[in-house]
């Protein structure tokens, strides 16, 4: 059976209908499959590189805005935690300054994993990696969208222009087996803010500066 899953984002009071995806036994047609070697889409991914600050809370905007100390927390978390020698294995995924220019992902299915680095306390794991789970970025008119399709934890949102080298992904969290995507904006602890880049070819990431619970930072990696 199919499974819808809204993606809206409050701008300044109005509800922004980004796009609906679709999940379960559905799929994207073979020619909205990434291509292999290609890592660009076609077309825009946003009105402009200001819109997605015009859309994003203070929190998320002061999530992205404090990124690289972040990383930096994140590893020093890491290393008192003994951690060190899995996190060194992971290589430019978890390397703070591997973006590469042109961060576009384009539509199409994918495969997607979650390292969580840091620990806010509470007993909390200062390194966790999860296995891969599906994922999926589509394109709708002028805006691409990216919900995480399996798993316990589904970020679900759209993706802005920023710079040549990141782009930013907004959305929120979908838990457990909830059946859709709450506003974003509406809950704090289920707002998402993530810089998508490209860390090699067909390899991209999203990186979540303080998401709300456990880690100090949440690196996704994203391949076809």
């Not at 070697?37 to 002061?62: F, H, L, N, S, Y």
Request: one cysteine or more.
């Amino acid at each position: 059976m199919k499974q819808s899953h809204s993606i809206r984002l409050a701008l300044t009071g109005v509800v922004l209908v980004g796009a609906a995806l679709t999940s379960g036994c559905a799929s994207l047609k073979k020619s909205q499959a990434p291509a292999t070697g290609a890592t660009a889409p076609v077309g825009p991914i946003a009105p402009e590189a200001e819109g997605w600050r015009k859309v994003a809370t203070e929190q998320d905007r002061e999530r992205v805005r404090n990124w690289y100390r972040a990383w930096k927390e994140a590893h020093a978390s890491v290393n008192a935690g003994g951690y060190a020698a899995q996190a060194l294995q992971q290589g430019v995924l978890l390397r703070a300054d591997a973006a590469l220019p042109n961060p576009h992902i384009p539509p199409g299915d994918y495969r997607c994993r979650t390292i969580k680095l840091g620990s806010k306390g509470g007993g909390t794991l200062s390194y966790v990696a999860y296995p891969y789970f599906k994922c999926r970025v589509r394109a709708e008119e002028n805006i691409f969208s990216f919900v995480k399709l399996t798993g316990s934890q589904r970020p679900n949102g759209l993706i802005f222009d920023d710079t040549d080298r990141r782009q930013i992904f907004l959305g929120t969290e979908v838990l457990g087996d909830e059946r859709g995507a709450i506003d974003y904006g509406v809950d704090k602890s289920r707002d998402r803010a993530a810089l998508v880049e490209r860390i090699g070819p067909n390899r991209w990431r999203l990186v979540f500066p303080y998401p709300a619970f456990e880690s100090i930072v949440d690196v996704m990696e994203v391949v076809p």
